[in-house]
């Protein structure tokens, strides 16, 4: 399987708790929920297809345990990502979780990158991450993740979390399609290139 990522991402960088301001208040975060206001029925359209590629999911234990508790309450079958969430496969890497009910759940919780590679080596078409930023930092600096799939909203929010921190490790990326919607975020989608090139302008071939 390819090993894939959506983030949703504001212009400072910032990562954390975009669904709603009592998603991840860790660090004193408060100001959650600021991808919400750009939404709109083209990003839910191009949500819903990149799902329909999935075979499985991967998550962090913080972004797992918010979607376990409330993806499970919604059984509308016109809801285009309830079925597919809900009954696909699901990993988690965690060193605390005892017990997943999200049912089908895996918990990794010992050499996870070994343990992911294992899974893309399986066939199938996507194991998708969902936001789990500091899970998917360690992968991203494990050379695991193929596509990264980057949201981004119009807006700063000053502080919280960021997907690509200081003291990260380098990754080159190569720009596969790019889009706006009518709400203003900006889709970049990339594919892993390996480690980045460096050059000096102007400098004579």
Same mark, same amino acid.
């Given at each position: 399987m390819k090993l894939t990522l959506t983030e949703f991402l504001t212009l400072d960088g910032v990562s954390q708790g !975009? *669904?709603? !301001?009592?998603?991840?208040?860790?660090? #004193?975060?408060?100001? /959650?929920?600021?991808?919400?206001? %750009?939404?709109?029925e083209e990003f839910e359209r191009l949500a819903a297809t990149w799902l329909g590629e999935a075979d499985a999911f991967l998550f962090g234990r913080r972004t797992y345990v918010n979607f376990a508790r409330d993806w499970p309450k919604i059984t509308d079958p016109d809801n285009p990502f309830a079925g597919i969430l809900n009954g696909l496969p699901k990993y988690v890497a965690s060193h605390s979780l005892t017990k997943a009910d999200w049912n089908p759940t895996t918990i990794l919780s010992q050499d996870v990158p070994a343990q992911v590679a294992e899974l893309k080596r399986q066939p199938g078409r996507e194991l998708q991450i969902h936001g789990s930023a500091q899970l998917a930092?360690? $992968? $991203?600096? =494990? *050379?695991? +993740?193929?596509? @990264?799939? $980057? &949201? +981004?909203? !119009?807006? &700063? &929010? *000053? %502080? /919280?979390?960021?997907?690509?921190?200081? *003291? /990260?490790?380098?990754? #080159?990326?190569?720009?596969?399609?790019?889009?706006?919607? !009518? #709400?203003? @975020? =900006?889709? %970049? +989608?990339?594919?892993?290139a390996g480690l980045p090139e460096y050059g000096t302008y102007g400098a004579e071939a």
């Open positions: !975009p *669904g709603s !301001p009592d998603e991840d208040t860790s660090d #004193g975060f408060t100001r /959650g929920g600021w991808f919400v206001p %750009h939404l709109d930092q360690s $992968l $991203l600096a =494990a *050379g695991l +993740i193929d596509t @990264l799939r $980057l &949201v +981004i909203a !119009p807006v &700063v &929010v *000053g %502080h /919280g979390r960021r997907l690509f921190p200081d *003291g /990260g490790a380098p990754a #080159g990326l190569r720009l596969l399609s790019n889009e706006t919607t !009518p #709400g203003g @975020l =900006a889709v %970049h +989608i990339y594919e892993s």
